[in-house]
């Protein structure tokens, strides 16, 4: 059990059925009153955020979120089929739990699989992936005025938007938080 008054950025807990984390918190002494607890928190199984206050004796259930390092086999209809590392247990994933970073992912890249009392609720790929350009207009001599960019499609099917100077069979590097193009891999 952890109170209230405990919280830290990154925490999960329990919360009406809900495991909650804890995006931001702040302690509150009003001159009048009693102290409370002002918090942001996601709850990680839906994605939704909401800010809440609490009481700093108010108690709550640890949650233990389960990250694993699984790799990603294949695709079948709505399912990604990932392989336990040291089990080869095959597990399915519903497309709704992957998320929309998911799009830079091919085959046999190890991602993290987070559960939560053996049930999957999401998936995060590696922050940084190198894919390669399958599709992309040449880029025209004379209009890099600014930072100039142009639409690039990746092997994975993904579009992102890439300078100028990338052509077609370039290997890059993407951050896949963000969805940017990072560098031009050697």
Do not use: W
């Not at 495991?19 to 702040?26: A, K, L, N, T, W």
């Not at 392989?83 to 085959?107: L, R």
């Not at 987070?114 to 995060?124: C, P, R």
């Not at 370039?170 to 951050?175: A, G, H, K, M, S």
């Amino acid at each position: 059990m952890i109170t209230a008054g405990d919280f830290r950025n990154g925490m999960t807990f329990e919360e009406d059925g809900n495991v909650m984390q804890i995006i931001e918190f702040q302690h509150v002494k009003p001159g009048k009153g009693a102290a409370f607890v002002r918090t942001k928190v996601k709850n990680v199984i839906t994605g939704s955020v909401v800010e809440k206050t609490y009481n700093p004796s108010a108690k709550f259930p640890t949650a233990f979120v389960e990250r694993k390092d699984m790799e990603y086999t294949y695709a079948d209809g709505d399912l990604y089929h990932f392989m336990d590392q040291e089990t080869y247990e095959d597990v399915p994933v519903n497309v709704k739990d992957v998320g929309d970073n998911f799009k830079f992912v091919k085959e046999n890249m190890i991602c993290k699989i987070l559960s939560y009392k053996g049930k999957v609720f999401g998936v995060e790929p590696p922050n940084f992936v190198e894919l390669q350009i399958t599709q992309t207009d040449p880029g025209f001599a004379g209009n890099t005025a600014t930072n100039a960019t142009k639409p690039a499609t990746l092997e994975t099917g993904a579009e992102i938007r890439v300078p100028l100077f990338i052509n077609e069979g370039e290997i890059i590097r993407i951050d896949t938080r963000t969805g940017e193009y990072m560098e031009r891999v050697k």
